[in-house]
């Protein structure tokens, strides 16, 4: 697996332009909120200029209609007093109201204008504050991807150009890829050992605290390995010893590392080598058919002069031994290889010499 921040946050650019200002370089320590860069601002200064001109203008225009709808309204007021008199005819009074209507949606139609002259104006001045980057978090410079003068894109709707990235460095995890077979027995909170290549007499100690719901496939047809990350917050205790005045974050983003995942923990069984357990068919038992054979798992054990063989229970194992439920006793001598010789050669009551493991490939 990899080492990798617990949190990082991917900073990308909301306008276009040009970077005039960059302010950090990798590896730099940044407080929330400070300034990272700048984009050019010549452009959105400008938007911001033509908003004010036009929301000036909008405004205009509805004191120029509001004025004009006053008129027309005092208008409409007399000539239907006049024509509720009898004093001027229908089609004058029909002319007077027909421009009050026009002069009243004119009101309404340049209020609208306003309202939008004033969105624009509000976005323009949004677009101008964007071209200034903050840091959204306190934290290291993990990755810089930019350079001073160098363009970048960025809309509202998409993310933009990935510029730079912030990690929190004091919490690290280290992400694996376990297999489909095994992951039913992972659980978050599940304790692990972690090595990293960088830190080689090192053992880091680490919490599972995220299991991924989708698997990921790599390879192709028959090949196909079918995995999931799961992630190990490695404990701040483990790696105190590592840090110093001059390396305060010991652990950086992209070590290999490997974790061994303890999904259960028993004290007090019998255990024996891994190697040391095979299977064989049951020959005292007649089948018809292949898929019925019924298949023996067994230990052998010594006397002193003879192989021994066991039926046993097997329960839960790690890389180099596996659990005993029963048939093994506690002191019993397991033969435990050669391997070639358990798996395939050795039998019940086979003679057996006892040597010690240096000797066991020796030619004398």
Do not use: C, W
């Not at 911001?48 to 509001?66: H, N």
């Not at 790690?318 to 050669?338: K, Q, T």
């Amino acid at each position: 697996g990899k080492i990798q921040p617990e949190k990082e946050v991917k900073i990308t650019p909301d306008v276009s332009g040009e970077i005039v200002e960059l302010t950090v370089r990798e590896g730099d320590n940044v407080e929330k909120g400070q300034l990272l860069l700048r984009i050019k601002p010549d452009v959105y200064i400008s938007q911001r200029d033509r908003s004010l001109a036009a929301i000036s203008q909008a405004r205009a225009r509805l004191s120029q209609a509001e004025a004009q709808f006053i008129q027309a309204e005092l208008s409409y007021k007399r000539n239907k007093q006049l024509y509720d008199e009898e004093t001027i005819s229908r089609s004058e009074f029909e002319q007077a109201e027909a421009s009050y209507l026009v002069a009243k949606a004119e009101v309404d139609a340049a209020r609208f204008s306003v309202t939008s002259a004033e969105a624009a104006l509000k976005e323009a001045n949004e677009n101008l504050v964007k071209t200034s980057i903050y840091a959204p978090m306190s934290g290291t410079v993990s990755m810089l991807l930019v350079e001073l003068g160098e363009r970048v894109a960025g809309t509202g709707m998409m993310a933009g150009t990935d510029m730079l990235r912030i990690a929190d460095l004091s919490r690290m995890e280290a992400q694996v890829e376990v297999n489909e077979n095994d992951i039913p027995r992972v659980k978050l909170g599940d304790t692990a050992t972690i090595e990293i290549d960088a830190y080689t007499d090192h053992k880091f100690k680490g919490i599972v605290t995220e299991i991924a719901s989708s698997a990921k496939t790599t390879g192709v047809s028959a090949d196909q390995v079918t995995n999931f990350d799961v992630n190990i917050l490695v404990l701040p205790d483990s790696y105190e010893a590592l840090v110093t005045s001059h390396n305060q974050n010991p652990l950086r983003p992209g070590m290999s590392a490997t974790v061994d995942i303890r999904t259960e923990i028993r004290e007090g069984i019998i255990s024996v080598p891994i190697q040391s357990v095979t299977t064989r068919t049951d020959t005292t038992v007649v089948v018809r058919n292949l898929s019925d054979e019924k298949i023996r798992t067994l230990v052998f054990i010594t006397d002193g002069e003879r192989a021994l063989a066991k039926d046993v229970i097997t329960g839960i194992q790690d890389n180099s031994y596996i659990e005993i439920i029963s048939g093994v006793a506690e002191g019993d001598r397991v033969i435990s290889a050669p391997f070639s010789a358990i798996s395939k050669k050795l039998s019940d009551s086979t003679l057996v010499e006892i040597v010690k493991k240096e000797d066991l490939f020796s030619l004398e």
